[in-house]
Nanobody, 119 residues
Framework: QVQLVESGGGLVQPGGSLRLSCAAS????????MGWYRQTPEKERELVAQ???????NYADSVKGRFTISGDNDKNTVYLQMNSLKPEDTAVYYC?????????????WGQGTQVTVSQ
């Protein structure tokens, strides 16, 4: 059984920063990709950023230059450093891991953490 546990969400003023983290625990063979998605009541879940086990990264255009994704394969943890936050970044953020589990790639999701950017 694989579990993802997120932390780091909260309320921040516009222009502020937050750091999200997500750790995977349980039995699996390897990590393929780690990432962060976000969702609001008005929009479908969208990709924010992702990083492969080899370190290649991909960002949504809306967060380029402001957010940085990083991963620690030894700790099975992915981080999202969010700077210069805007009200439109307000959403529930979900971490995602694609893992090799029993020789098959399998998707796992965190429970979600609320990020609110407001005065």
């Amino acid at each position: 059984q694989v579990q993802l546990v997120e932390s780091g969400g909260g309320l921040v003023q516009p222009g502020g920063s937050l750091r999200l983290s997500c750790a995977a625990s349980g039995s699996f063979r390897s990590i393929v990709v780690m990432g962060w998605y976000r969702q609001t009541p008005e929009k479908e879940r969208e990709l924010v950023a992702q990083i492969t086990s080899g370190g290649s990264t991909n960002y949504a255009d809306s967060v380029k230059g402001r957010f940085t994704i990083s991963g620690d394969n030894d700790k099975n943890t992915v981080y999202l450093q969010m700077n210069s936050l805007k009200p439109e970044d307000t959403a529930v953020y979900y971490c995602h891991f694609k893992l090799i589990h029993r020789a098959l790639p399998t998707d796992y999701w965190g429970q979600g953490t609320q990020v609110t950017v407001s005065q």
